[in-house]
C-alpha cells in the first residue's frame, strides 16, 4: 500500500507536444505524412478539416462549461500557430500555399468591428417595409464602400439607359411579373438587330417561356379561394394513392428533414379526411378535414419537388405529374391566412405552418424572397403558436411537469395516442423550431427569435437529428448575442472563438454517425456562409482602421474560403452524389445561397486589385474568369428552375460586363470617374444635401473636394481613393493573394460552350440604337466598327479585347455632363446590356 501512495505522489511532467497525425487520420487510424494538408486529406477530399491540434491533459472533454474552457485553451495554440504562419507568408514577394483553414482567427484579445459602419438598412415600399439582416446582400454591398459604389454605378446607368429608349416602340409585358421586369420587356420590343435571326429567336423563346412559368407562379399563388371544394374536385391524389405512394415516400426520403408528425396518428386523421371526402366531395371546417387537406397538398407538393429535383425515374412519378397542383399554394394560404385560425392554434395548424415554412424554403418559386425576410415573419407566427400550445424549452428540460387534458370526443384523440406520445412530439416539434431560428440568424446574420437557451445533454435515445443538435443550441445563442447585442461593436474574437466550439462540436456530432446525411451538408455550408460574411466584415473594418498586417491575414483567409466554398458547390453539382438523390430538391437551396454570396464578393476582390500592385493583368483575367465560371454554374444549373436565381442572374451580368474589362481599362477608374460626373450634373439641379447619390455614398463628397487640390493634368482619381479614401492601399503595394490556381481550374474552362449557357444569352449582342441616337460622330464610327465586327462576350472571353474596349480612356471631363456620362457606359458596355437588369 505504501508502494502505491508513494507512486501517486510523484509528480509527472508531461510534455504538451504537436500529434504525429492529423486529426482525419487520428480518427481513421491511418499514417499520415504530416504535410498541411496532408496525402489522406487530399486524397479523400477532407483538406478543409486536415488539421493539427495541441495534445491536453484532458482527452475526453464533457459537453458544458469544461467543453468551453477545453476548447479556448486549444484554440489559443491554434491561433497563435496560424498567426505565425500567416506571417511568415506575407514575407517576400509572394505568398505561399496555405490551407483552407476553418479557423481564419487573426489575433487574440478584444477587438471590435463594426457591422454597420454605414447604418442598418431599412427599405420603404409600397408592398412591404423591411430592415435587412447583417449577413444578407444588400447589408454586404451597403458596408462595402466597393460594391457600393458598383451598384449605384449599376443602377444609375440602367436608367439612364431605359428612360432613353421608353416610348420609342411599344412593349407588352406579362401583368402577373412585377413592375421590375419592365426594362426587360422594353428591349424585348426593340429587339436584336446583331444577331441573328435563329439564335434570337431561339434565345427569346427560352426568355419567354422562363418569364411565363414564372408569371403562372405568382398568378397562382395569389388565386383567390371561394369554393375549395369545387377547386380541388379532381386535384385530390386518390386514397390509395397518397397512402400508398406518396406517404411512403415522405416516409422514407423526407420525414428526417421535418419530424414533426407521430405517424400512426397523421395516418389516422388522414383515413378519417378521406371518409368523409370521397362521400360527400366536400371539406368540413367544423370537422377540422380542411386542416387535414392542407397537410396532404404540401406533403404532395413536397413529394412532386423530391422527384422532379432527383434526376431518377420512379414509378408514381407519372401519377404526380398528372395532378394540378397548382392551386394548392393558395388554397392553403385560404384556410391558414384568411380564416379565423390565427386566433387559435390546434396541433395540426402548427405543422401546417412548419411545412409551409419547409415549403417556402426549397420551392422554386418566389419563396422566402430575395434576403430571405419571409421566413422571419412566418418564423414568428410559428413561434408564437408554438408558446400558445407548451412547446417551449420546458418540453425538453422537464417534460414531466405537462400535463395534458385530453377531450375523448374529440376525433377520439386518447385512442390514438397518450400524453407521453404528445410529449415526445412537443419535444421534436421545439428541436425542430429552434433549429430553424438559428438556422437563419447562421445563414443571415438576423438575430434569434427564440431568446432563450440552456446547455443540454441528450439522455437515452436521439428523437431525431435536430434534437440530436439542441446541445449545440447555447453555442449558437452566445454567437447571435455577441453579434446581435451592439451590432456597431461585435468583439470579432470571441464571435470566431464560438464559431470555432460549434464548428469542433459539430464534427464530433456528425463522426458519431454512419450515414452523411442532407442535414449534415446543409449545417456545414451554413457555418462556412457565416464564417464568410463575418470575414468580409471583418475586412471592410481593417480598411478603415488601418490593421495592414491583420488585413493582409483576413483578405487572404476571405479568399481562401471563397475558393473552398465554390469547390464544394462544383462537387455538389459535378461530383458524385454522396447523399439521397431524393433530398437534393432541399440541399438546392443551401448552394444556391452560397453560390448567390460568391457572385456578390468576387467582385468585391476585383475591385480592390489596384491596390496589389503584386497582381498582374494574368492574375485579373483568372478572377473575372473564375467569376464567369461561378456564374455560369449557378445559372445554368438553377436559373431555369428557381425564381430567384433567374431574377438575380441580370444584375450578375452586368457585373460581370464590368470587370471583365482589357488591360487598358480599369473598371474601377470607369466607376469612380462616372459616379463623380453623375454627382456634378445632379448638383447642378438640386441641393447638394438632398442628393440621393450622397445620401448611399457620402464618401463622394471628400472625394471630390479632394479632387479640386489637384490641377487637371495631375488628376488621379484611383491614387486618391488609394491615399484618402482608404489609405490602406499605401501599405498594399508589394502584397499579392495567393489565388490556389489549382482549385480554380475546374472553373476556367466553359462547361456550357457546346450546349446553350443562359448566363451568356442573355442580350450579349445588344442593339446599337442607343448609340446611334446619342452619340458623336467619332464614337459613332467607333460603334460601326463594332457592329461589322459582331464582337460578342466569347470574344471579351479570349486575349484579344474586343474592338470598341481597345480605344484608350479619356480622363477629361466634357463640357456636356450627360454626354460625358453616356460615353463612360459607351466605354464599357455595349448599350442595352443594362435592360438586362430586375
Known sequence: MGVKQ????????????????????????????????????????????????????????????????????????????????????????????????????MVSGKTYVNLSPNGNIVELKRSAVTMFSHFCNKAIENRDLYLSALVNFRLIAIDMTTNTLKGTKSYSQNPSLPESFKPLSIFDADGDPLSSDSLFRQHQLIHKSLFDKYGKYRRDEATKVFDASELLDNNVPSRRFFLDYILVHFETHIAEMVPIFEMGFLKYDINNFYDNWEQTRTISVKKFDHMVCCVILLITKICILSTKFAGVSTGFQGHLGNLDTSKYIAVIHHYIFEMKSLRKCTLRQLQILLLLRFYHWCAPEDGDGDSLQHSHILMGTIIASCQEMGISWLCLRDPSILWFQLFGRSKQVPFVLSPEDYKIIYQMIWSYVLYWDRKMFLINGQECLV????????AGQ??????????????????????????????????????????QYFGRLKNIKEAYSPLDFEYEMMLDLFMLCLSHAELVHLEQSNGVEEFHIVVQSLWDQIVKLANKCHRYFYGPQEMDPYSRFFTNKIVGVAANKLCILIPAFLLRLNRFRGMGFDQEKMMVKFLFGICSMYYNEFGFEYYRCFESMFTAKISYKILNRPRNKHPWKIILEFLLRQLEKESIKDQLKELEIIQKLPVLLNLRENLKLFPECRRDVVKLWNTEIIPMGNFSANFTLNLHEEFLKPFLVDRYSQTFNIFTSFYDHASSQLA?????????????VAKSGGHSQEVAETDAPPVEDSLPFESVAPVNLEESSLELIRDMFEPLDFISFF
Open 6 to 105: 508513494g507512486v501517486r505522489n510523484v509528480s509527472v511532467k508531461r510534455r504538451n507536444r504537436p500529434t504525429v497525425v492529423c486529426t482525419n487520420c487520428k480518427r481513421r487510424k491511418s499514417k499520415c505524412d504530416r504535410q498541411k494538408p496532408c496525402s489522406n486529406c487530399v486524397r479523400f477530399g477532407n483538406t478543409d478539416t486536415c488539421l493539427y491540434v495541441q495534445n491536453t491533459k484532458n482527452t475526453n472533454i464533457q459537453h458544458g462549461e469544461d467543453t468551453d474552457d477545453n476548447m479556448r485553451k486549444q484554440q489559443s495554440q491554434v491561433i497563435k500557430d496560424s498567426k505565425n504562419e500567416a506571417s511568415n507568408n506575407i514575407i517576400g514577394s509572394k505568398v505561399k500555399n496555405i490551407p483552407f483553414i476553418n479557423q481564419p482567427f
Open 451 to 458: 431568446g432563450k437557451t440552456y446547455p443540454y445533454d441528450i
Open 462 to 503: 436521439t428523437l431525431s437529428w435536430h434534437h440530436a443538435m439542441v446541445t449545440l443550441d447555447h453555442i449558437i445563442m452566445k454567437m447571435n448575442n455577441i453579434l446581435n447585442d451592439v451590432p456597431s461593436k461585435v468583439e470579432i474574437f470571441a464571435l470566431k472563438q464560438e464559431w470555432y466550439s460549434a464548428f
Open 772 to 784: 446611334e441616337e446619342a452619340e458623336d460622330p467619332d464614337s459613332k464610327k467607333r460603334y460601326d
